[in-house]
């Protein structure tokens, strides 16, 4: 479809979003809220996607592409309005006419909740990837579920995280269509039976899950795909019958368990907890992908022996590793294929995305739990293993998938895909090296690279208007989905002209920033100040403490020497922590503690700021994105498997302070030693460091600052009321210090005084700028998403170009 639709004029949208105030939403408009007016746009933007929509699907079925089905607990979405406008080339359109009609568009766009169905990097990634399969034409179905409350909300009292439930739910959802005759039986629990020689699994309890459609359209317009979302609901089937059999309490539990399936999104990113109802989840979800995916096929073609033909899955993460055993299991016992035909069939199809090397983050299950919740599976299962066993013989043991009791996702994960990725080229050695060496000596070609990448379109053309602007103006339009046109900035990066303009771009988005700021944390800071921005979520291995530290150490060293031609510096933070995370929260505490005595210190003044806005989320991260100088990275090398705000800052223009960890390591590359404030442990020095049990001791013995920072909090210098809140975090910095916060401090320290002399060289500063946005090419998700079609998936495009 052509985006810029001549029939479309301004005129014909006002008459829609009349039409949809007056008959979808039954208002008149002198009467209409803002919420009224966002409903009444969205539908009138929503259907223009229709036409894409329908024109890919059927695109699709016609020419029998195969697809990519992407398997997902989490897609941190975001806001849809502002996104879809800018990708059909409405944006200034719908500007224009909601101001005709005496409406603001910002404040409509900002009045949409956030679809926040997901965590933290993976949720996002799995958002920007299906914004990028759109804007490629990859035909491709996003399969998730439709928690009815995202992540929980943040507040602070008295400076602690506090959480309150998410309810983006509360309100009509204007971009989803239920999909009532779309509904699968999902079981779980009971027994197997043997019938004419064949198992035949009889769950104790069931679910129906039932489909909700969300489009999602690319760039220009040219192709949209779909976003299948499920959400549970009773079956009544067994109930009646237990009903009828009199027990009564029985039969109310397919409910109980149908409503708490799609109820609330698990809060936590890194520490797995072997939850029975995150099994059932996990298994919800995918066999209700499954089954949709084997209806598709069979509605087209014959002969399930040919599904990888035609099929592509991919597992985000373990999460729905539960794919490769109920893949077989549909296949053996409902489609009738024998367990050796159906084993490579699955394998053909599926691929796994590892996203994380922590431990405490790796799936696995009690067999007592996997076998109670999913015996049939127990058994194939155990029949995968022992199929690998026998036909790749291990030496010196065997790594199999059940081990200890236990059921490894990841093995099982790896065994069952044809390929295995690491997210960044570090994260991938190191998945080969420490995860799975065993496997990989067996399957030597299985693990392959696929560095993350975020989409521009939403991380710069729409939270960056005025740089998209001036990049348009420098090198012409059409940079949006080919990024390594930024290229052509790089000329252009000697040019006075230029620089100016780059620097009131993100003066401007720093002005925009510092007003918000001032509305929502009462903090009035300077736009002059350098905006050092670390958002993520918040964990001991991104090391948001040796931020804070080195914070105090910047506070000290000012009230010492005022004088000194200091630069100022707003520091900003910003993340969640998981609820039971007690350490990650008290680094929260902290932040808010040390915010609260500097920023009430007269003798600092504008030389330093320090403000944590509460709950931090997609729309949060558009506006500060834009608005930082620079981009805090410094994560324990060898922890972070790719990271992606990295990415996001880049684009936008900040340079990165970092440790060579996750994709860091490209960005370091890509950018240039000189623009890139390097620091830290390599990834194998930190594993030496860690063999000398007294590493922190030392390390803080030779630092004088570090000693004086750590005495000001041991003291309860932020802590006036309760000297000894923090005796325990102090405790753990000389003790233990798991993630070398000591031992990176110096090197940290040295790395922020070369932020600050090359800050105050204005001319090198934009350069260094500059050049982040211009070489950030690589990072496009649409380079990530060529390089799965093209190595993993087996798919092309349906977009002729
Ligand atoms: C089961 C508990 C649980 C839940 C989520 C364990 C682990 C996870 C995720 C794998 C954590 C995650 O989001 N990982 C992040 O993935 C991003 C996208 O690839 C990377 O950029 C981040 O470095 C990685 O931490």
């Known amino acids: 479809m052509p985006v810029n639709d001549q029939s479309l004029t301004p005129n014909v949208l006002k008459t829609d979003v009349m039409r949809h105030l007056t008959f979808t939403l039954g208002k008149d408009a002198p009467h209409a809220s803002l919420y ?129 439930p998410e309810d983006w739910l509360s309100q009509r959802n204007p971009w989803e269509f239920d999909r009532p005759e779309a509904t699968y039986i999902v079981g779980f629990k009971g027994h197997v039976e043997t019938r004419d020689g064949r198992e035949v699994w009889v769950p104790a309890e069931t679910v129906k899950a039932s489909a909700h459609d969300t489009p999602v359209v690319g760039w220009q317009g040219r ?131 590892n996203h994380t090397l922590l431990p405490e983050a790796l799936e696995r299950w009690a067999t007592f739990t996997f076998g109670n919740v999913l015996p049939r599976h127990m058994q194939i299962v155990e029949r995968i293993d022992g199929w690998h066993r026998r036909t790749f013989p291990a030496r010196p043991h065997y790594v199999g998938i059940v081990k200890h009791h236990e059921v490894r996702m990841g093995e099982l994960a790896f065994i069952m895909s044809h390929k295995v990725n690491g997210v960044s080229a570090l994260h991938t050695d190191l998945v080969k090296a420490n995860l799975f060496p065993e496997l990989d000596r067996l399957h030597p070609e299985k693990i392959v690279n696929q560095t993350n990448g975020v989409t521009p379109r939403r991380w710069l053309k729409m939270a960056n208007a005025p740089l998209a602007r001036l990049i348009g103006e420098t090198i012409g339009e059409g940079w949006e989905d080919d990024l390594d046109r930024l290229k052509g900035l790089e000329p252009h990066v000697k040019d006075q002209g230029f620089l100016g303009a780059f620097d009131a771009a993100k003066r401007q988005n720093k002005v925009t920033l510092s007003n918000w700021l001032g509305a929502e944390c009462g903090v009035k800071v300077s736009p002059d100040a350098l905006f050092d921005v670390q958002v993520k979520r918040i964990h001991e291995y991104k090391r948001q ?105 880049m684009m936008n223009g900040a340079p990165t302070i970092g440790t060579l960890d996750g994709a860091n390591v490209e960005i370091l590359q890509e950018v240039g030693r000189e623009n890139f404030f390097l620091f830290g442990l390599t990834a194998e020095e930190v594993m030496k460091r860690r063999e000398d049990p007294d590493h922190a001791r030392k390390a803080i013995e030779a630092s004088q600052i570090m000693q004086n920072v750590l005495q000001a909090i041991a003291e309860g210098q932020f802590s006036p009321g309760q000297a000894d809140r923090y005796h325990g975090l102090v405790h753990r910095v000389w003790h233990h210090d798991y993630f070398l916060v000591a031992s990176d401090f110096d090197a940290y320290l040295a790395a922020q005084a070369e932020v600050d002399a090359a800050y105050k060289d204005r001319a090198r500063w934009l350069t260094m700028a500059a050049l982040n946005t211009a070489r950030s090419g690589f990072f496009s998700s649409d380079r990530t998403i060529r390089g799965y079609m093209k190595e993993i998936w087996g798919v092309e495009s349906a977009l002729q170009d």
Not at 70 to 92: K, Q, V
Not at 329 to 334: A, G, M, Q, S
Not at 598 to 625: F, H, T
């Open 223 to 353: 192709w949209a795909n779909t976003l299948r979302l499920w959400g549970a609901e009773p079956t009544t089937l067994f109930d009646l019958e237990r009903f009828n059999r009199g027990d009564y309490t029985a039969a109310a539990e397919p409910e109980t368990l149908a409503r708490t399936l799609s109820r609330v999104l698990y809060p936590d990113d890194t520490t797995y907890q072997g939850k029975e109802l995150r099994l059932k989840q996990e298994f919800f979800l995918t066999s209700a992908a499954l089954q949709d995916i084997l209806r598709r096929f069979k509605s087209g073609h014959g002969d399930l022996r040919a599904l990888s033909r035609h099929v592509a899955i991919q597992m985000n993460d373990t999460h729905p590793a539960i794919a490769g055993p109920e893949l077989i299991r549909l296949l053996v016992d409902e489609h009738g294929l024998s367990f050796d035909e159906a084993l490579p069939v699955a394998q053909e199809c599926l691929g796994y995305t």
């Open 545 to 649: 403490l040796l931020n804070i530290l080195e914070t105090v150490a910047r506070w000290q060293a000012i009230r010492a020497n005022p004088d000194a031609g200091w630069v100022p510096r707003v520091k900003i933070f910003g993340g969640k922590s998981a609820p039971g995370y007690a350490v990650a929260k008290e680094i929260i505490h902290l932040i808010n503690d040390v915010a609260a005595v500097i920023n009430a210190d007269p003798l600092v003044g504008d030389l330093l700021k320090v403000i944590y806005p509460a709950n931090y989320n997609v729309s949060m991260a558009e506006r500060l994105v834009p608005a930082a100088d620079l981009s805090e990275q410094i994560s324990t090398a060898g922890k972070e498997a790719s990271g992606t705000g990295n990415m996001k800052f």
């Open 36 to 164: 009224d007016w966002r409903m009444a746009l969205s539908y009138a933007i929503r259907d223009r996607i229709m036409e894409p929509w329908f024109a890919s699907t059927r695109r699709t079925w016609e020419e029998d592409r195969k697809r990519v089905y992407y398997l997902s607990m989490e897609f941190l979405i975001g806001r849809i309005l502002e996104d879809a406008t800018i990708n059909l080339g409405l944006h200034e359109m719908a500007e224009r006419t909601m101001a005709e009609l005496g409406q603001d568009f910002k404040a409509i766009v900002g009045d949409e909740p956030d679809a926040a169905l997901g965590n933290g990097g993976l949720g996002r990634l799995a958002a920007c990837f299906m914004e990028s399969m759109a804007t490629l034409g990859c035909p491709a179905y996003g399969y998730g579920i439709r928690y009815e409350h995202g992540l929980f909300r943040q507040r602070f009292e008295g400076g602690q995280q506090v959480e309150t």
